[in-house]
C-alpha cells in the first residue's frame, strides 16, 4: 500500500460524487491489482467519527463495457446481502455499493468522467498477499467456495458476459498465435522453450469448456479471479470473510475459482519467482485448498466437478502461463510490470507449476477423492 499526500483533482472529484457520510478527510492509494485503481477514502461524520469508503476507477481498457460489469456486481451484492439479511455479519460478509448524489448504482463514463464506483469499507479486515500458512490458504478456499455456494441459489437475470470467453483456453492459445505473429523479435526468441512447452498442452487445453459444453459439469455463477488477494480476512480472528473484486462474476465453471486458487497458492512462491527449482506443490497448502473449498462449496458441488479439481488447477496454471507469455510477447500491454522480463517470468513460474500439477496428477486426484 501506497501513502499519496495528495491525491490527484480527478480522484477526489470523483470520491465528491458518492453519498458519503460526510466531507472526504483524506484519499490514500490502495496498490495491489493488475487492473482496477483503488483508493481509500476517509469522511468525517458530523459525530465526528470517521467512516471509510473503497473508491474504484474501473479499467475500461479491460473492461470496455463498465455497465454489463456494475451490472453483474449489483445482482452479486444484493443477492448476497439479501441471503446475510437480518445477520450482524452482512456489512464484513458481503460487499455493499454506495450510490452516488444522484441515486445511481456507480459514475458512468462520459467524455469528462471515468466510470467510478464506491463501496462501503469492510473494517477491521485484512487483505493478504499469499497465504503465511496453510490456514491461510484453506479460509481462502473456503470463502470462494461460499461465494460459489451462496451464488447456487441465485435465480435472478442472467449475468453477463463482461469478459466474454475470459476462461476459454483455447482461445488463449489463439491469443499467443496472434501474439506470436506480432511478437517483439528478441523477445519471441528468448521465449523458444516456453512457446514449445505450452505447444505440448494445446492438444488438452479445452478439457474444461468440453466438460461444461457436454453438461458433464454444471454452469455456475463464479468469481474467475479467485485468489488469496480476493479475500477479506476477519484481522482479528484470521478467519475469511468475504469476497471482493467481482468485476469477472460471470456464468462459467466452479473448477475455474478451483484452479486458480491452486495456481496462486499452491507453490507458496510470489508469481513472478524466477527460481523455477523452489515451485512445487506443496501438499500441505493443496490439501488446505481441498479442504476449504469442499468446506464452503461441498454440499453443492457435484462429483463430476470433484473428480476434475486437479485438471482444473492444471488448466487455469497453463491458462495464465499463456496469457503471460503472449503480453510478454507483445510488450506487456495488458498486465502491468514492475521490471523488464516480469511477464516471462510470470508466465514460466505457471508453466512450472503445471509441470509439477502434472507429474503428481495421481497423488493429488487422491487427495481431492479422499477428504
Ligand atoms: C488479473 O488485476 P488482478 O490481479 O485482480 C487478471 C486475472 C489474472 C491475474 C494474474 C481481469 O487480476 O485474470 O489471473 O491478473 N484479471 C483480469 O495475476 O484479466
Ligand atoms: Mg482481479
Same mark, same amino acid.
Given at each position: 500500500?501506497?501513502?499519496? %499526500?495528495?491525491? +490527484?483533482?480527478?480522484?477526489?472529484?470523483? &470520491?465528491?460524487?458518492?453519498d458519503v457520510a460526510g466531507p472526504v478527510e483524506s484519499i490514500r492509494e490502495?496498490?495491489?491489482?493488475h487492473i482496477n485503481s483503488s483508493y481509500v477514502v476517509t469522511c468525517a461524520t458530523d459525530g465526528g467519527r470517521s467512516v471509510r469508503?473503497?473508491?474504484?476507477?474501473?479499467?475500461? @481498457?479491460?473492461?470496455? $463495457? +463498465?455497465? #454489463?460489469?456494475?451490472a453483474n456486481v449489483r445482482r452479486v451484492t444484493e443477492h448476497l446481502c439479501r441471503n446475510l439479511e437480518g445477520s450482524p455479519d452482512l456489512p464484513r460478509r458481503a460487499l455493499r455499493l454506495v450510490p452516488t448524489r444522484d441515486g445511481e448504482p456507480w459514475v458512468r463514463a462520459t467524455d469528462a468522467d471515468q466510470p467510478w464506483r464506491c463501496f462501503e469499507f469492510v473494517e477491521d479486515s485484512v487483505c493478504l498477499l499469499e497465504p503465511r500458512t496453510p490456514d491461510d490458504a484453506r479460509? &481462502?478456499? %473456503? &470463502?470462494?467456495? *461460499?461465494? #460459489?455456494a451462496d451464488m447456487s441459489s441465485y435465480d435472478g437475470e442472467r449475468m453477463d458476459d463482461v469478459l466474454p470467453r475470459?476462461? !476459454? @483456453? +483455447?482461445?488463449r492459445?489463439?491469443? #499467443? !498465435?496472434?501474439?506470436?505473429? $506480432?511478437?517483439? +523479435?528478441e523477445r519471441l526468441d528468448d521465449a523458444r522453450l516456453d512457446l514449445a512447452f505450452a505447444e505440448e498442452r494445446r492438444a488438452g487445453a479445452g478439457s474444461v469448456l468440453e466438460a461444461l459444453a457436454s453438461g458433464a459439469i454444471p454452469v455456475r455463477v463464479a468469481h474467475n479471479d479467485a485468489k488469496i488477494s480476493n479475500v477479506l480476512f476477519d484481522a482479528a480472528t484470521g478467519r475469511g470473510l468475504c469476497v471482493i473484486d467481482l468485476d469477472t462474476v460471470m456464468e462459467t465453471s466452479s473448477l475455474f475459482d478451483f484452479g486458480d486458487l491452486v495456481r496462486s497458492m499452491a507453490s507458496g512462491r510470489p508469481e513472478d519467482e524466477r527460481d523455477l527449482g523452489s515451485i512445487e506443490v506443496q501438499r500441505p497448502v493443496f490439501v488446505a485448498l481441498v479442504d476449504g473449498f469442499l !468446506?464452503?462449496?461441498?454440499?453443492?458441488? @457435484? *462429483?463430476?466437478?470433484r473428480e476434475l479439481l486437479v485438471e482444473g488447477a492444471r488448466i487455469m496454471a497453463l491458462q495464465q502461463g499463456v496469457r503471460f507469455l503472449a503480453d510478454h510477447l507483445v510488450g506487456d500491454v495488458y498486465f502491468r510490470v514492475h521490471r @523488464?522480463?516480469?511477464n516471462l517470468d510470470r508466465a514460466r513460474a505457471q508453466f512450472r507449476l503445471v509441470d509439477r500439477l502434472e507429474a503428481r496428477r495421481g497423488e493429488l486426484g487422491a487427495v481431492a477423492a479422499s477428504r
Open positions: 500500500m501506497e501513502e499519496t %499526500k495528495e491525491a +490527484p483533482a480527478a480522484v477526489h472529484a470523483a &470520491a465528491a460524487r458518492f490502495q496498490g495491489g491489482g469508503y473503497l473508491l474504484q476507477r474501473i479499467n475500461t @481498457t479491460v473492461f470496455t $463495457r +463498465p455497465e #454489463l460489469v456494475m479460509e &481462502a478456499a %473456503k &470463502a470462494c467456495g *461460499r461465494f #460459489l475470459f476462461h !476459454d @483456453t +483455447p482461445l492459445y489463439e491469443q #499467443l !498465435d496472434a501474439a506470436i505473429a $506480432r511478437g517483439l +523479435p !468446506d464452503g462449496f461441498g454440499g453443492v458441488m @457435484t *462429483r463430476a466437478e @523488464t522480463g516480469q
